[in-house]
């Protein structure tokens, strides 16, 4: 997956993508102190909520490692975008992220730049993790119902916030019933306020214009749910 991407000719926040490919193989270092630095490494691909080119490639394969038993190692409460009391599993930490990431392509988000005369239509990169979000959701919502209660809330709002893609609203009536359960019995305060975000969003209209370049039936679009 990653010999796929030329990663010299995409850039993150310090310039081109060229160490990028030995970054994302560290996250599944033995070394803690390894997989540490490649988490904290990560923060170029999405710094201060910016989509750059490298973005849509590395959420995919950060999609593509969450079944991955090794990611089920504790990492430290001070690594990732939010910090938290005490360790949490990589996988968590990488879910967030991919919530993150889908929450600043997310339609409310197209609609306020437009808003400000910026048509998120006209971003590349924007457009390619738009278009990301069926085959990152296919591997996120498996976790929804996952026996740790710190990934299984880090899954349901990462997998909430993936569905604005066409092909993804089906699955909201499910996932809400999941949210409405993490108001009561999520123990950190992030997953709780970010499901109330979710349901509140979802009982409002939707705002327009959603970038283009999106349909309800794409190859990568689930045919049924995965949880």
């Not at 010999?3 to 560290?26: C, I, M, N, Y």
């Not at 591997?139 to 929804?144: E, R």
Request: charged share 25%; aromatic share 4%.
């Amino acid at each position: 997956m990653l010999s796929d991407t030329d990663w010299p000719t995409l850039e993150h926040a310090t310039g081109p993508a060229t160490e990028l490919p030995a970054v994302l193989l560290r996250l599944l270092d033995d070394d803690p102190s390894a997989r540490t630095a490649a988490l904290r490494h990560l923060e170029r691909i999405h710094h201060q909520n910016t989509i750059y080119p490298a973005t849509a490639p590395a959420a995919v394969y950060l999609a593509a490692i969450l079944p991955d038993p090794r990611t089920s190692a504790p990492m430290p409460g001070t690594v990732g975008r939010r910090r938290v009391v005490g360790p949490r599993p990589l996988r968590a930490v990488l879910l967030d992220q991919l919530g993150d990431m889908a929450d600043d392509v997310g339609d409310e988000v197209a609609a306020l730049a437009m808003k400000y005369g910026d048509d998120l239509r006209d971003v590349p990169a924007v457009v390619a993790l738009r278009a990301a979000r069926p085959t990152i959701f296919r591997v996120v919502a498996s976790f929804v119902d996952d026996g740790d209660p710190v990934i299984r809330a880090a899954a349901v709002v990462a997998a909430g916030r993936l569905t604005d893609h066409p092909s993804l609203l089906g699955f909201r009536a499910e996932l809400a019933h999941r949210l409405q359960a993490l108001l009561d019995t999520a123990a950190d305060s992030w997953h709780r306020d970010r499901a109330r975000e979710l349901l509140t969003c979802w009982n409002r209209p939707s705002p327009e214009p959603a970038p283009s370049n999106e349909n309800g039936n794409g190859p990568d679009a689930p045919d049924a749910p995965p949880f």
